[in-house]
């Protein structure tokens, strides 16, 4: 099992630009995540699915969109990414949060640079 | 609204070293409280967890004290070593909630 992926590892995009970054698990996690780290301010939920076809907002969620077409993959879209987007994005899956509450699992990260 | 204030941001202890997080919490309704461990470069990977119906929970060097009626919970570390440099985060979650709420997270350094 290769856990939870991300593609792409490292972008660069210029201010006004957009892109999407993709998330793939193989576990047949029903929950998938999307958080953003910054220097000091720890893990931030941006978005999130509870299965395929569903998402819902996280703490974060501006100037961000996100798809759940298929259970293994939940993509985060940037329509027009700004310097403040500039951060290391994790995604996570878990197999469930009802009780008992599930681990997440999280991926390698994408570090998003924008100029 | 911070619900989970995680103390200190940094720490260092010398190898062999006792290394002490702190959080506390605000909501009361929260029932799950997981320690995530992040390596540079990687992502963070769950360590230990803990529910507020017992007071300590240990996995080898890896002790969670819980004190419900402070709102308080600690990671301890024992026999620090150098490979356990890394940034923990400690984490509440309430039941019904697909949502973790994480700390801002403690970059610890172990010494040889």
């Known amino acids: 099992n290769a856990g939870v992926t991300q593609t792409p590892k490292f972008r660069v995009l210029k201010t006004g630009q957009s892109m999407t970054l993709l998330c793939a698990q193989d576990m047949n996690h029903e929950y998938m995540y999307w958080y953003r780290q910054d220097p000091g301010m720890g893990l931030r939920l941006i978005h999130y699915s509870v299965g395929e076809g569903t998402t819902a907002k996280g703490e974060v969620p501006d100037g961000y969109n996100v798809s759940r077409l298929k259970k293994q993959n939940f993509l985060l879209g940037l329509e027009s990414a700004a310097p403040s987007q500039t951060s290391v994005y994790f995604c996570?899956?878990?197999?469930?949060?009802?009780?008992?509450?599930?681990?997440?699992?999280f991926g390698p990260g994408t570090r998003l640079t924008v100029t | 609204q911070q619900q989970v204030k995680q103390s200190p941001q940094s720490l260092i202890v010398q190898k062999g070293g006792i290394s002490i997080i702190n959080c506390a919490y605000e909501?009361?309704?929260?029932?799950?409280f997981p320690w995530y461990q992040q390596f540079p470069g990687k992502g963070p990977a769950l360590l230990i967890a803990?529910?507020?119906?017992?007071s300590e929970k240990k996995e080898g060097r890896f002790t969670i004290s819980f004190n419900k009626s402070a709102k308080q919970f600690s990671l301890h570390i024992m026999d620090s070593q150098p490979g356990d440099s890394a940034t923990y985060f400690c984490?509440?979650?309430?039941?019904?909630?697909?949502?973790?709420?994480f700390g801002k997270g403690t970059k610890l350094t172990v010494n040889p």
């Open positions: 909501n009361t309704a929260f029932d799950y």
């Open positions: 984490a509440a979650q309430r039941g019904g909630s697909e949502k973790l709420v």
């Open positions: 996570a899956s878990s197999y469930r949060a009802s009780f008992p509450l599930d681990e997440q699992y």
């Open positions: 803990i529910r507020p119906d017992v």
